[in-house]
C-alpha cells in the first residue's frame, strides 16, 4: 500500500527565507508524486508534479521539487518566501491509474511567514 | 488551466434536511470525480470515486444511503447529503480527472448543519 508522511504540521519562516517542507513517500512501484497548496476556505491548486524523467521538478508560484527515489522523499522548496505563500500544503502520492488513481495524501503542512 | 467549479460555497440548513452540492468540470470531461471531506487542520479524506455513468465507489466506513453520489454525464457529479445531522457539518471538496491526467479541485463546500 503506498503512504505519504509530511514531517512537521507546521513550518514557519521569514520573508525572504528558504522554504523547506518535506515530504516521504511509501511505495512499491514508480510514484507519481504531487504537491498540492490550500487557501482558506478553498480547494487544492496544483502546485507541481513528478510523474517520469527528470527529477527536479519545477512549478507555479518559484516552488520546486527533488524526486529522490534512494531516500523516497519528494521535499518541496522555494529559496524565498513570500507573505502569499502563507497556505496548507499537501503532498500526495497517486494509486496506479489501473488501480482507480486516487490519490493518497500527506497529513499536511501549514507554512507561516513572517514579515 | 482546467477548471471545476463547485456550488454552493456555503450552506446552511437546519437538521433532517437534504444538501445537494454540485460539481461541475468547465473546460474538460471529467472520466473521473471524486469526493473529499475535511475537518479543520486536517488532510482531505477520500469519501468515494465515481466515473462517469457508473455508480460510486464508497471508501469504507462512508455510508451509501447517506451520501448520495450521481455523475449523470461528463462534467457533472453531484453529492447529496441525506437528512443531515450536525455531525455531517464540515468542508467537502470534489475533484475531477480527464482520463490519466491530474485531479483538479473545486473550491470547496462549507456545509454547516444546524
Known amino acids: 500500500a503506498q503512504s505519504v508522511t509530511q514531517l512537521g504540521s507546521h513550518v514557519s519562516v521569514s520573508e525572504g527565507a528558504l522554504v523547506l517542507l518535506r515530504c516521504n513517500y511509501s511505495s512499491s512501484v514508480p510514484p507519481y508524486l504531487f504537491w498540492y497548496v490550500q487557501y482558506p476556505n478553498q480547494g487544492l491548486q496544483l502546485l507541481l508534479k513528478?510523474?517520469?524523467?527528470?527529477?527536479l521538478v519545477k512549478g507555479i508560484n518559484g516552488f520546486e521539487a527533488e524526486f529522490k527515489k534512494s531516500e523516497t522523499s519528494f521535499h518541496l522548496t522555494k529559496p524565498s518566501a513570500h507573505m502569499s505563500d502563507a497556505a496548507e500544503y499537501f503532498c500526495a502520492v497517486r494509486e496506479y491509474y489501473n488501480q482507480g488513481g486516487k490519490l493518497i495524501f500527506g497529513q499536511g503542512t501549514e507554512l507561516s511567514v513572517k514579515p | 488551466g482546467a477548471v471545476v467549479s463547485q456550488h454552493p460555497s456555503w450552506v446552511i440548513c437546519k437538521s433532517g434536511t437534504s444538501v445537494k452540492i454540485e460539481c461541475r468540470s468547465l473546460?474538460?470531461?471529467?472520466?473521473?470525480m471524486f469526493w473529499y471531506r475535511q475537518f479543520p487542520k486536517q488532510s482531505l479524506m477520500l469519501m468515494a470515486t465515481s466515473n462517469e455513468g457508473s455508480k460510486a465507489t464508497y471508501e469504507q466506513g462512508v455510508e451509501k444511503d447517506k451520501f448520495l453520489i450521481n455523475h449523470a454525464s461528463l462534467t457533472l457529479s453531484t453529492l447529496t447529503v441525506t437528512s443531515a445531522h450536525p455531525e455531517d457539518s464540515s468542508f467537502y471538496i470534489c475533484?475531477?480527472?480527464?482520463?490519466?491526467?491530474?485531479?483538479?479541485f473545486g473550491d470547496g463546500t462549507r456545509l454547516s448543519i444546524l
Open positions: 473546460d474538460f470531461q471529467a472520466t473521473t
Open positions: 513528478y510523474t517520469t524523467g527528470a527529477t
Open positions: 475533484s475531477a480527472r480527464y482520463s490519466n491526467q491530474p485531479q483538479h
